[in-house]
């Protein structure tokens, strides 16, 4: 990620215009309507797994050598379904956040419209993650009661890079994970399609999310950016360890009190999600963001 590692005090307004009308014209001749794209009718073949096996949090674990291949397939699809519901609530998030955000703004900037565009998308992306958890035949898994308050509390009073760094690790968290799902035979169909669809319009929302971090952090103080770090790593914490809810286990039909405990003691799990990290960890170390406190949170969510 060689964008990664350009320091924010390098951009300036003309280029951030000229990187919301690139931006707006990829998104003129590359987007999807999943309404169309994706596969809604053919109905759920159970021989297919949700997410690719190796991304389960059950992968390489005794319990994982004990289950059944019908269990195993279960259980993805239940996790895939779980993921995409946390999607579904971090990008009401996001929205909201991003509208405060060009509020006052010019709507004759590029960026402007090119913010009104993301925010179609993901508009979009919630409703096919919506229909694609159902076809899953999962329930409306939602982050726990503290997480979802405290997410009520973020979006209204998150502002600037502490804002745009949290959409940032976010969408790269699940970008990672889903380009391995999209380019797997074992994964359904239905599946491999809205992952390509999220992973292709995703990443032009990443672009932004870089570009306005950086913008916003040009002239922060130390104070404001080891505050910002902190906020930015909590909030990074609780998004991640959101994604996968503690009932999947139940509702793939295993026990749940040994599923938790096996999941949290997963070190392959652990592994995958630093490795697929590191080029997120690079940004944030760029753009001075990886302080003390914020990487007890980062490590404890194992993403570094």
């Known amino acids: 990620m060689a964008s990664s590692t350009v320091r924010p005090e390098n951009h300036d307004p003309l280029q951030e215009q000229d990187v919301a009308r690139r931006l707006l014209a990829s998104a003129a001749k590359l987007s999807y309507d999943p309404a169309v794209e994706v596969d809604w009718d053919t109905p759920l073949d159970k021989d297919f797994h949700g997410a690719s096996p190796e991304w389960s949090t059950l ?5 994982w050598e004990e289950m059944t291949d019908a269990q195993r397939k279960e259980l993805t699809r239940q996790e895939a379904a779980s993921v995409a519901s946390t999607g579904i609530w971090f990008e009401m998030i996001l929205q909201q956040m991003v509208l405060r955000d060009m509020y006052t703004k ?11 565009t993301e925010i179609a998308d993901e508009c979009r992306h919630s409703v096919m993650f919506a229909r694609g958890a ?31 760094a949290a959409i940032l690790v976010a969408e790269e968290v699940l970008d990672v994970m889903q380009r391995d799902w999209m380019r797997d035979e074992r994964v359904a169909p239905f599946v491999r399609t809205i992952n390509n669809i999220h992973v292709v319009e995703e990443s032009r929302h990443m672009k932004f ?25 909590v909030a990074s914490y609780f998004i991640v360890t959101s994604m996968v809810n503690r009932n999947v286990y139940a509702n793939a039909g ?20 630093r490795s697929s990290c590191s080029g997120l960890m690079e940004f ?13 949170f980062y490590k404890r969510a194992h993403l570094i």
């Open 106 to 116: 010019d709507p004759a900037d590029p960026r402007f419209q090119w913010a009104l």
């Open 134 to 164: 159902a076809k899953l035949g999962a329930p409306a898994y939602r982050p726990h009661r503290m997480v979802v308050e405290l997410g009520r509390v973020f979006k209204t009073l998150a502002f600037g890079e502490a804002a745009y």
């Open 284 to 296: 944030l170390a760029s753009a001075r963001l990886l302080t003390k406190p914020a990487l007890a």
């Open 59 to 63: 992968y390489g674990t005794a319990y």
């Open 209 to 233: 999310a870089r570009d306005e971090t950086r913008k916003r952090l040009r002239h922060a103080g130390p104070l404001r950016r080891r505050l910002n770090a902190f906020v930015i790593a």
């Open 254 to 273: 295993l026990d749940a009190r040994r599923a938790i405990a096996e999941a949290k003691a997963n070190e392959h799990h652990k592994s995958l999600m």
